[in-house]
């Protein structure tokens, strides 16, 4: 027994290539041509200039001023002065460290997105592959049961069976035709889907071979290196460190502002001139800058680690759920493969040897097992996609 399951893992491995290229064709093209991610570029390019335009010195300020004096004897007097402020020089070079955590991080909001639009990419093509195999599998079934439809009409013409039998086996055959048809229609709506993950742009999958991934062989050593290409945990670590230089940045923000400048004035004949500096005195306009941005460090610490908890209990209950649906899957395989009665079925049904109606239960065992085994294959790649979205 543990042979053939050997055997068989290698078969479920090594089957899907062709799937498995397809859908990495899929991939490539939606994520070239999705109009999403395309619009989230370009608004993450104007959130990087835009996190860039508050480092600069503010304006330099003029002034000119006319005075006429009275009475005409003191005559006029003229003014002229251009200063320039700034803060203290250290919080610039936190600003600019805030402005470029926050560009990575917006890097990372991209690749998480870019993660989601991939993964329902994926995910519709595995449930495409799984109702092409059972679009497959019901084209098969049809065919067999029309040659029973004309076998039975004929039988009813010469008289050998009855209005009654004629009919079980018709009704039989609408409702595998009608089934059919309904597969068909869930597989129109999800190119449908596919279409509009792709921009708009039609785009074919005709797999039937549902992607059997295998497992990684231990969780807690893969896990490590899912948590680091992890982009939510990247972008609320990314959170501390811009909570960490904002509160370098606030104490920055509560020293003195400066400025400077130049000063001249006219009156009779005479001129005055000289050089202006300014300092401004931090009472009250920071107040709780500090405090608040401490907190705020806190607070990232704090969501990155239950995010981390969350993270890590989530993907564990993923890999658990996958080895139970692996296993499941396999044995249904290794069932279907070894005692599959559906030819011997047939064969006693053309002899005589089964009745209509026991060829109908016995045959519809073997079809329910069949379709249990793809929904299992399909329901373990869904939840192996899911486990590794984080590869993508």
Same mark, same amino acid.
């Given at each position: 027994m543990k042979k053939i399951l050997i055997v068989l893992l290698s078969l479920c491995v090594l089957t899907p290539v062709a799937a498995q290229s397809g859908i990495e064709r899929i991939l490539q093209e939606v994520e070239k041509n999705n109009t999403s991610l395309q619009a989230l570029q370009k608004e993450i390019e104007a959130q990087k200039i835009g996190n860039k335009t508050g480092n600069y010195l503010p304006d330099p300020e003029v002034e000119f001023g006319y005075l006429w004096g009275t009475p005409t004897e003191i005559g006029n007097q003229k003014d002229f002065g251009i200063s320039q402020s700034f803060d203290f020089p250290t919080a610039y070079g936190y600003r600019n460290k805030v402005a470029n955590l926050k560009n990575e991080n917006l890097d990372g909001l991209y690749r998480s997105e870019r993660i989601n639009v991939l993964l329902r990419?994926?995910?519709?093509?595995?449930?495409?592959?799984?109702?092409?195999?059972?679009?497959?599998?019901?084209n098969r079934r049809v065919e067999s049961i029309r040659?029973?439809?004309?076998?039975?009409?004929?039988?009813?013409? @010469?008289?050998?069976?009855?209005?009654?039998?004629?009919n079980k086996v018709y009704l039989n055959f609408i409702a595998c035709v009608n089934e059919k048809e309904k597969i068909d229609i869930e597989r129109k709506s999800l190119l449908n889907d596919l279409k509009a993950l792709n921009g708009g742009k039609e785009i074919q999958f005709n797999e039937t071979e549902i992607p059997f991934t295998p497992l990684p062989s231990n969780f807690n050593e893969w896990y490590a290196v899912a948590e680091s290409k992890?982009?939510?945990?990247?972008? @609320?670590?990314?959170?501390?460190?811009?909570?960490?230089?904002?509160?370098?940045?606030?104490?920055?923000?509560?020293?003195?502002? @400066?400025?400077?400048?130049?000063?001249?004035e006219r009156i009779l004949g005479e001129k005055l001139q000289g050089v202006v500096i300014g300092i401004s005195i931090p009472l009250w306009e920071n107040r709780n800058r500090v405090k608040e941005a401490k907190a705020d460090v806190l607070s990232s610490e704090s969501a990155l680690e239950d995010n981390k908890i969350q993270f890590y209990n989530r993907l564990q209950s993923l890999f658990n759920k996958s080895v139970s649906l692996r296993d499941l899957a396999?044995?249904?395989?290794?069932?279907?493969?070894?005692?599959?009665?559906?030819?011997?079925?047939?064969?006693?049904?053309?002899?005589?040897e089964f009745s209509l109606l026991d060829y109908l239960h016995e045959a519809e065992y073997y079809y329910d097992a069949l379709n249990s085994m793809l929904e299992l294959e399909r329901d373990y790649a869904l939840s192996v996609a899911e486990l590794t979205a984080i590869e993508l």
């Open positions: 990419t994926r995910q519709i093509a595995i449930q495409l592959a799984y109702l092409n195999a059972l679009s497959k599998d019901y040659t029973i439809v004309d076998s039975y009409q004929k039988k009813f013409e @010469l008289g050998e069976v009855d209005a009654i039998e004629k992890s982009p939510a945990l990247q972008y @609320l670590s990314k959170q501390v460190d811009i909570s960490k230089q904002q509160v370098k940045l606030s104490r920055s923000l509560s020293l003195p502002k @400066l400025s400077a400048g130049y000063a001249s396999l044995k249904y395989r290794d069932a279907l493969s070894s005692y599959s009665n559906e030819p011997l079925l047939r064969k006693a049904l053309d002899t005589g």
